[in-house]
């Protein structure tokens, strides 16, 4: 393919002129709007497509969704890597693409051929048709690919976007601000379309339909990302930050015997051009992995004064690096625990849904269950509109001042928001399996209504907490690390998916008596779903202790990284 790459400044302002601009984001924002209304097509619905078509339920279900939704943002980190050390973006999100294709075409192939499900089952309460092993095996493989290409996708496509600009100029500045509006806005379109429209397809009409429309779309996605590769700017792999962390903590752990007190002598690196090697001395500066900087034996530099072996001598730029990642810790844990609880929601949320009075109005209109989501989603953009357009305003007339809720206000509200909605949930639950169990029914006659205060505080929490936890890791990570921050947040996402998983198994295993416990069931009829419920809304307000009294002093908004 005729794509071409750049490393030196001038050369890729000059390819800037030829290439890259608004004439190859029109591609890449149209493969990244056909891309999000595939996969959001099966994140919105996967919960109910498992339950119906293969009769999964209990914790073996929660655990499929927990782990695929968790690996799906893990992977985000190993995609990252290989794209800023191998592949370089263009071939990392293309071969991601592809990837996350063939595992759409396998979940179609599972909906369009009966032999790749169980038997259907009449009494859903009681069903005895359990997928084989060969059946998950498909199942599996499809969800795996398409792990494997969210991976792919996820850290790439904005800053593959972001590099079709030089924002090294005014203009190339304003056009980077212009893109990412537009990327959002695409973004909120696909979402939109996919939990409305496919969602209503795949739960009214028919699943082999609703999942070949998201499998053409993928195709459509990489066909037009293909259309637009002799426009692109491909910036080459210059090697990638996961892996000097990495090779930072391995060379500290070898000089961990060096002590200071001495005048020591720090390795610099090479200058921009590669002409020099600087080398500085101080006597005062010596934590831990300030030592993989330390040159210890001259040896250890080359005839030109380089680093001969970059598992043992690291430059200083490459530990300001791994300073700047542990800084963001203690913040970064807090988001861990708000991701569980919008786990839930996308889980457990929907489960409830699906055994409550879905219909609605006059003429008895089917709600499909994955529409739950869309109140959420819905909630936040209708927060962030009042708080951006409405309220700053109205402050600002009042006080003569632009003022904004601080980030730590922010995400303590964003906490306390999702304690609410966990006490809510677990109330709202028990008066759900209480009328379903008083009418002997699957299905409560409580309408599905009453899920929406539980899901408009899941929005409120994510408006808050989430979004105050994206900017935080933007602002402290220097502007080269910006990619690391995204990996970071999808990273919290993922270890929340995990430690549900963990949570779930254990609370399984513990309160199990006479075959039953709170989740084991797959009609939450015969669970104690609150009882979880309350468990997650005692992690969140342990959370909230945790943030106010110890994370809250890390979580400064006037430090950013340079």
């Not at 939109?192 to 993928?218: D, H, K, M, R």
């Not at 489960?351 to 006059?362: E, S, W, Y």
Request: hydrophobic content about 45%; proline content about 3%; aromatic content about 12%.
């Amino acid at each position: 393919m005729d794509i071409e790459s750049s490393s030196s400044p001038s050369s890729r302002a000059l390819l800037k002129k030829e290439k890259g601009g608004w004439r190859a984001i029109k591609y890449i924002i149209a493969n990244e709007s056909f891309e999000k209304l595939a996969s959001m097509s099966l994140i919105g619905n996967l919960s109910v497509y498992l339950t119906t078509k293969y009769n999964l339920g209990g914790v073996f279900l929660v655990n499929v969704i927990n782990i695929w939704f968790g690996s799906c943002n893990v992977l985000s980190l190993a995609g990252a890597f290989v794209s800023d050390a191998y592949l370089g973006r263009f071939w990392t999100l293309l071969l991601g693409s592809i990837a996350s294709f063939i595992g759409m075409g396998i979940i179609a192939l599972t909906a369009a051929l009966p032999r790749l499900r169980p038997e259907a089952c009449n009494d859903p309460s009681n069903c005895s048709n359990q997928p084989t092993k060969w059946q998950l095996g498909v199942l599996f493989s499809g969800l795996g690919l398409l792990a494997i290409g969210a991976g792919g996708i996820r850290p790439c496509n904005i800053a593959f976007g972001a590099d079709q600009f030089d924002t090294s100029t005014k203009k190339g500045k304003a056009q980077l601000e212009t893109f990412f509006n537009w990327w959002y806005f695409s973004f909120t379109v696909a979402l939109v379309i996919a939990l409305t429209g496919v969602v209503y397809i795949q739960t009214n009409i028919s699943w082999v339909i609703g999942f070949v429309i998201p499998t053409a779309c993928f195709a459509l996605s990489i066909t037009t990302f293909l259309i637009g590769q002799h426009s692109y700017i491909c910036a080459k792999p210059e090697g990638s930050v996961f892996a000097d962390i990495v090779k930072v903590v391995v060379a500290a752990c070898k000089k961990r015997k060096v002590k200071p007190g001495a005048d020591l002598t720090f390795y610099v690196g090479p200058s921009d051009d590669g002409s020099s090697t600087t080398l500085v001395r101080d006597k005062h500066r010596l934590r831990f992995v300030d030592k993989a900087s330390v040159v210890t034996n001259p040896n250890e530099l080359n005839e030109d004064g380089k680093a001969k072996y970059k598992w043992r001598l690291c430059t200083m730029q490459q530990v300001k690096n791994i300073k700047c990642v542990t800084a963001i810790l203690p913040v970064w844990v807090t988001g861990i625990a708000c991701f569980m609880l919008t786990d839930q929601q996308n889980i457990y949320g929907i489960l409830q849904a699906m055994q409550m009075d879905k219909t609605f109005g006059p003429h008895n209109f089917q709600v499909p269950a994955g529409w739950m989501n869309l109140v959420s989603m819905i909630t936040l953009a209708i927060w962030i509109s009042l708080y951006e357009c409405v309220i700053i305003p109205i402050v600002k007339r009042i006080t003569g001042r632009k003022k904004r809720l601080t980030m730590k206000q922010r995400i303590e509200i964003g906490i306390i928001m999702g304690i609410t909605c966990m006490i809510v949930a677990a109330f709202q639950e028990k008066k759900r399996r209480a009328s379903a169990l008083k009418n002997g029914s699957f299905v409560s006659p409580v309408s599905i209504l009453m899920l929406l205060p539980q899901f408009a505080l899941a929005g409120l929490t994510e408006a808050f907490s989430a979004v105050a936890l994206m900017e935080f890791l933007t602002v402290r990570m220097p502007e080269h690390m910006r990619a690391v921050a995204g990996a970071i947040f999808f990273l919290s996402s993922s270890i929340a998916s995990y430690i549900c998983t963990l949570l779930i198994n254990v609370i399984d295993a513990v309160t199990r008596k006479e075959g039953k416990s709170w989740l084991g069931d797959k009609d939450l009829n015969k669970n104690r779903l609150e009882n979880y419920f309350f468990i997650i809304a005692g992690i969140q307000f342990a959370n909230l202790l945790y943030f106010r009294f110890f994370a809250s002093r890390f979580a400064t908004e006037n430090k950013k990284g340079h």
